[in-house]
């Protein structure tokens, strides 16, 4: 099983739509989660960090379900310009002392027109 | 300018050959990564480091190697290269602890090995 799921889409859907992304985890002991953006063939940046009570930030809404082990990505009032890949990213230990940020193979989303 | 830089964008390169992959930061952080992308893999943690004294593997370090000339400055290595090290290769950066984790990564570097 993967240490961080996505389904990868992808999703398609029209401009002003709704979109929800999950993300499940597989460590329990996972502390700290993410969602990155990438846009095709550029760098993935921060989008927002999810906290344990939920967070928002304008159209974008994140939570957290610790005991189901999974996150969650809330898009409201879809634009053009949220076409990106959505990565999923979770904060666990790993073998060795270090925690690791782990990332999800990623989620498309395409807004159309 | 970019805060994190790599070098080169892209390259080409035949089976057996060493490559070297170029990273450097004007943000001052501490921790500084290699990554690489696959499609449908996501990102995966090749190497890390804390500080200019410390490397660690990680998730899948076999056939890489880095160096941490500088707090600035941390380079990636293929001694010999393969083709299923064709991937997109990212450095970043983080400035570490607890609350400080946010990734700041280079634009990246496509590697091609034919």
């Known amino acids: 099983r993967k240490e961080v799921e996505q389904d990868p889409g992808p999703f398609n859907v029209p401009e002003g739509a709704t979109v929800a992304f999950n993300c499940t985890y597989s460590?329990?002991?996972?502390?700290?989660f993410f969602w990155y953006r990438q846009d095709c063939r550029k760098e993935p940046k921060l989008l927002m960090s999810?906290?344990?009570s939920g967070n928002e930030d304008g159209r974008f809404t994140a939570q957290l379900n610790r005991a189901s082990q999974y996150i969650s990505l809330l898009i409201r009032d879809s634009k053009l310009s949220d076409s990106a890949t959505y990565l999923c990213?979770?904060?666990?230990?790993?073998?060795?002392?270090?925690?690791?940020?782990?990332f999800g193979s990623g989620t498309q989303l395409t807004v159309l027109p | 300018d970019a805060d994190v830089t790599q070098t080169p964008r892209n390259r080409i390169t035949k089976t057996g050959k060493r490559i070297m992959l170029e990273c450097s930061q004007t943000?001052?952080?501490?921790?500084m990564y290699w990554y690489r992308q696959d499609p449908g893999l996501g990102l995966r943690l090749i190497y890390y480091?804390?500080?200019?004294?410390?490397?660690n593997k990680g998730e899948i370090s076999d056939g890489y190697s880095v160096s941490r000339q500088a707090q600035a400055k941390f380079s990636l290595s293929l001694e010999s290269a393969i083709p299923n090290q064709t991937a997109l290769y990212f450095c970043?950066?983080?400035?570490?602890?607890?609350?400080?984790?946010?990734?700041?990564f280079g634009s990246g570097t496509q590697l091609s090995v034919l």
């Open positions: 970043a950066t983080s400035e570490g602890g607890q609350g400080n984790e946010k990734l700041f």
């Open positions: 460590n329990s002991a996972s502390q700290s």
């Open positions: 999810v906290y344990s």
């Open positions: 990213v979770v904060n666990a230990p790993s073998s060795g002392s270090a925690r690791q940020l782990t």
């Open positions: 943000k001052g952080h501490d921790r």
């Open positions: 480091s804390f500080d200019v004294k410390d490397i």
